[in-house]
């Protein structure tokens, strides 16, 4: 890297900076087509069993339900699975212990 290109890269960086703190805008939030305020959580991972496939958990935190979503990656299609509601599937968990 020579001098000039980095010196034109800090020059850049000065720019691009001063940009963030002097256009307008007010703070922003972000919302998808789901609704205002609902929270949702994803988790992904593999799934033991199936070659060439990944599993992503969404979770509404408001309602507990849980919708699984596979992705395949020998045919690149999503089966999305119809959720269970956790806190009802959670409250009989425990009954048959005490």
Known sequence: MTAKSLAFLIALNAVLLVGLFVLPGGQKTAEAQFGGGTNFTLIAGDVTGRTNQAAIYVIDLQSSRVAPMFF???????????????AEDAEGVGAGRR
């Not at 699975?81 to 956790?86: E, H, L, T």
């Open 72 to 86: 395949n990656g020998s045919s690149n299609e999503f089966e999305i699975f119809r959720g269970a509601n956790v």
